[in-house]
């Protein structure tokens, strides 16, 4: 069979191991979550212990992201050219090494540049596990998988509230902070032992040459004993394919993915630091704040259970859209909220309005990328969109916090409601696409000449 029979083979046919694969192989959404939130939860204690002055906080907030910028580029390129398997294997090693390295950190400069290595592997692992996931579950199971980044972020955000709360309670000093690492460190190693009983993706095994290798994967996942053909060229892969997806004729849709991360970023990151320092500003006390976190992110995990059903009635463009509309106009009321119109007790319920639509559209933005995406240049691809994602929320990590400082929580409001407004308007018009009409099908990767 050709390289378009295999890749129509795999998606056609439902992978009997497909949960356990999308759980391992996008366990790097969990640490990149747990890394957001945690972190976040116990800022406090991080200051007082390491005492950052100036722009090292902002930095220190940031690093990861800063990391996982480079990451996701190179490691989407890495993942087309050696395999998803061995750099799903290398990356969750390197974040093992540093999230212990950061839990024993002695001054911010070593913290910071612990924390930029392990926000590369990050960065790179995501993109690596979305071009795994897609690339071993057929079409049928894209359905279910579909808000997996928006499952992760709110069930791992509830996870890290519990977390803190128990952490605060055993430790009750300011080193809370380091334990939120080396806990970290431990997921990592658990899911580094479950990764090695993975296979490599028959798709990319065919592309590279791997004919007998495609053959025993198939047979030993799918049970079928096909014969697999050699191509007429194998898929070559070189640094020319960081821009080659920029000259597939795909720019509307991919601006559509982009202008969704957008939203995803400053909603994501930097209002979901923006929450709990808002919090503080309105004299919330600490298990007050945490009681609200837990609420916010319940209501996160809701939106990512409709997210899937919406997509299969509304079609993507309207199920990404319509949530991330209605997300820009209660941003909107929070401004009104804090300019003394509305009460103040307005601000805890749209807040969850916020990222509850936040959860139901925009975060889906991993496999709205993937339903249109030519299989030779997966890697990269996903790599191109996280790397977006992450400077959008390095940009929001950095000047959040200064910003609401300078301005007030009032006209920061005003501010983020600007920014999701434009990725919205943005998203409005680049996503009226065939690809994300409502039963389109066809995948556009499927092409043998891709």
Do not use: C
């Not at 972020?153 to 009750?172: D, E, R, T, W």
């Not at 993975?198 to 096909?226: A, Q």
């Amino acid at each position: 069979m050709d390289s378009g029979n295999v890749t129509e083979f795999v998606y056609e046919h439902n992978n009997v191991k497909g949960i356990y694969m999308v759980f391992i192989a996008s366990a790097s959404v969990f640490l990149d979550v747990w890394d957001l939130t945690a972190f976040g939860f116990v800022l406090t204690f991080f200051k007082a212990d390491l005492n950052p002055v100036g722009i090292f906080l902002g930095i220190s907030v940031a690093a990861a992201n800063i990391g996982a910028i480079a990451g996701a580029i190179l490691g989407g390129y890495l993942t087309d050219k050696f395999g998803r398997k061995r750099l799903l294997m290398y990356n969750m090693a390197i974040f093992i090494i540093f999230a212990f390295l950061i839990a024993v950190s002695t001054n911010i400069y070593e913290f910071i540049a612990f924390r930029v290595i392990m926000g590369f592997s990050i960065g790179s692992d995501v993109a690596t596990g979305f071009s795994y996931i897609y690339e071993y579950i057929s079409r049928g199971q894209r359905n279910h998988y579909y808000s997996l980044w928006a499952y992760s972020f709110s069930v791992v955000g509830l996870i890290a509230v519990a977390s803190v709360f128990l952490l605060y309670h055993a430790i009750n000093n300011d080193s809370v902070w380091r334990y939120i690492f080396v806990m970290g460190g431990i997921f990592a190693a658990i899911i580094l032992l479950l990764r090695s009983r993975m296979t490599e993706t028959p798709i990319w095994l065919y592309g590279s040459g791997k004919y007998k290798e495609t053959h025993d994967v198939i047979k030993n996942v799918y049970g079928k004993d096909m014969e697999v053909k050699p191509p007429k060229e194998k898929n070559t892969v070189s640094l020319k394919n960081l821009i080659a997806l920029f000259h597939r004729g795909l720019n509307r849709e991919l601006m559509f993915a982009f202008s969704l991360n957008g939203i995803v970023g400053f909603i994501g990151w930097g209002f979901a630091f923006y929450i709990t320092y808002m919090l503080v500003l309105l004299h919330f006390q600490f298990y007050q704040i945490l009681g609200a976190d837990a609420i916010i992110y319940s209501f996160g995990f809701a939106g990512a259970v409709i997210s899937p059903i919406l997509a299969k009635h509304f079609g993507i463009y309207r199920a990404a859209v319509i949530p991330a509309i209605i997300a820009t106009m209660s941003i909107f009321a929070l401004f009104i909220t804090f300019s003394g119109i509305l009460p103040v007790y307005f601000v805890i319920p749209l807040s969850i309005i916020i990222i509850f639509m936040n959860y139901s559209g925009p975060m889906a933005y991993n496999a709205v990328l993937n339903g249109f995406i030519p299989t030779t240049l997966r890697g990269v691809g996903n790599g191109w969109n996280y790397m977006f994602n992450k400077i959008t929320e390095a940009v929001s990590g950095l000047t959040a916090g200064a910003i609401l400082v300078l301005v007030g929580l009032k006209f920061n409001t005003m501010i983020l409601f600007i920014i999701v407004l434009a990725f919205t308007l943005i998203a409005l018009y680049t996503g009226r696409t065939k690809y994300f009409k409502k039963n389109y099908v066809s995948d556009f990767q499927t092409s043998p000449d891709e």
